[in-house]
């Protein structure tokens, strides 16, 4: 594979902008990821665990600010992979600061007095970036956040219900619906935007991660409804990096339709850039299974991929 430090980039981009060695070695060679690091381009966070160098040029924003690190720059400064990492920083400043226009271009400012256990080392603390993501958010990009605070155990799902239960005013009913449908099962931010796109798709009802055992059968599909046996499969170019990668999944696609399992796979692109036309395709299989005619499909935007 070539050792292009601009495709550990986009890989790690692709990924929320936190990723291990392991995951990246599925899209690169292990040259590429040192010559990134090597150049700059990409940040060796901890042995095994590589990052894209934001947080430091988002903590010299909020220091200049004279605030706290929040939100999606929070996120990623905790170590969670994100839907899209973002270039702005997301900075929260006290309700009786205000910085004038030169001084907020290049950031999101937020205005919250925060209590002092909210803060740790000029950083929103974990709860609370999650809860600040749920309330300001688009839901896809807010559950991607709170499902990879769950998956690294830095929030507790008990701890993430019972303070959302308590949040009231604007975005209140938001913070609540994320973090009762957050898992720490995502496997990562595609699978999580996924899950976000179809949870709200009338008759169905999908489990992260879910395995389909029975008569011979064992496989895990990324999504699954075990009633209506369909499995949804975030497909990324990164897991089919040899023929072994594909060999090993079309048997498993094969062994769940002769197990009568339909498998609906979508890209990257689609998730990310067409979501209409995602929640389309599996609102069209439940339309065709109860006997019904499919609805046209949405127009797809290429510019977006």
């Known amino acids: 594979m070539p050792a292009d430090p601009a495709r550990v980039v986009t890989e790690l981009t692709r990924l929320g902008g936190c990723a291990t060695r392991r995951q990246l070695r599925r899209a690169v060679s292990a040259r590429a990821v040192e010559n990134a690091v090597r150049d700059g381009v990409v940040l060796r966070v901890a042995r095994g665990r590589y990052a894209l160098p934001l947080t430091e040029a988002h903590r010299r924003e909020a220091h200049r600010l004279g605030g706290t690190l929040s939100h999606l720059s929070a996120a990623l400064a905790h170590g969670w992979a994100v839907k899209t990492p973002t270039e702005q920083a997301w900075v929260t400043v006290a309700r009786h600061r205000h910085p004038d226009a030169a001084a907020r271009k290049g950031a999101v400012l937020v205005y919250a007095d925060l209590a002092r256990g909210e803060v740790r080392d000029g950083v929103t603390t974990p709860l609370r970036t999650v809860l600040d993501c749920a309330r300001r958010l688009p839901f896809d990009e807010a559950l991607a956040v709170a499902d990879s605070a769950l998956r690294e155990g830095d929030v507790t799902p008990a701890e993430l219900r019972a303070t959302a239960d308590r949040q009231r005013g604007p975005g209140s009913v938001q913070v609540r619906r994320v973090a009762w449908a957050a898992s720490h099962l995502a496997a990562n931010p595609f699978e999580s935007v996924l899950r976000a796109i179809v949870l709200d798709v009338p008759g169905l009802h999908v489990t992260p991660q879910l395995r389909v055992t029975g008569s011979g059968l064992w496989a895990r599909v990324d999504l699954g409804d075990e009633r209506l046996r369909l499995a949804l499969e975030a497909e990324g170019f990164a897991f089919h ?64 991929a």
Request: net charge positive; charged share 35%; proline share 5%.
């Open 241 to 304: 990096r040899t023929r072994k990668d594909l060999v090993r999944d079309c048997h498993r696609y094969t062994e769940l339709t002769l197990h009568g399992w339909s498998v609906l796979r979508f890209t990257w692109e689609d998730v990310m850039h067409h979501p209409d036309w995602v929640r389309w395709a599996v609102e069209g299989w439940l339309a065709t299974r109860a006997g019904r005619e499919v609805a046209a499909p949405p127009r797809r935007d290429v510019r977006a």
